[in-house]
């Protein structure tokens, strides 16, 4: 039996969800790919071929070659949560964050990252308080990114070419 192969990426919106015949969860790095093998939700192996790496978020669509489409989920990953009370600091934390190209997702009063000790003890060190998640991670993409690759943020939401 030949692997199906995934060769058209829509961004959530801009394709007909309720056509969906499937899904792929999918962890932030796995989300973020070209060409490789990917496992549906039911347990089918599909190829992933697409013409450019995209940055894959929760809600957004591939097309199959027969014209099917699959709903891409962003899968719960360890994460930790940077909060401060004061929001002038919780800005402060994020720029050191962008100061080290960390990955990071934006949320309203919270940001989130992967977990790496070295940058915890750092934010502790500065104030911040941490919590450590589970949840999808969808960080910012980056000033250079074409817009149909950006997508909203919301708090309650919790959730590059490679």
């Given at each position: ?153 919301d708090d309650s939401r919790h959730i590059h070419e490679r």
């Amino acid at each position: 039996m030949l692997m199906r192969r995934a060769a058209v990426y829509r961004p959530s919106g801009s394709w007909p969800r309720r056509e969906a015949a499937g899904a792929l969860t999918l962890d932030f790095e796995d989300r973020h790919r070209r060409r490789t093998r990917l496992l549906t939700d039911r347990g089918e192996e599909i190829l992933l071929d697409l013409p450019k790496a995209v940055a894959m978020a929760d809600g957004d669509g591939l097309q199959l070659e027969d014209g099917s489409w699959l709903t891409v989920q962003a899968a719960a990953e360890p994460a930790i949560e940077i909060r401060h009370a004061d929001p002038v600091q919780l800005a402060r934390l994020a720029w050191h964050l962008g100061n080290r190209h960390l990955p990071t997702e934006i949320g309203k009063e919270v940001l989130r990252i992967r977990p790496d000790h070295v940058i915890e003890h750092m934010l502790e060190g500065l104030g911040a308080k941490l919590a450590r998640v589970r949840s999808p991670f969808q960080p910012e993409g980056g000033a250079y990114m074409t817009q149909e690759h950006r997508h909203g943020h919301d708090d309650s939401r919790h959730i590059h070419e490679r």
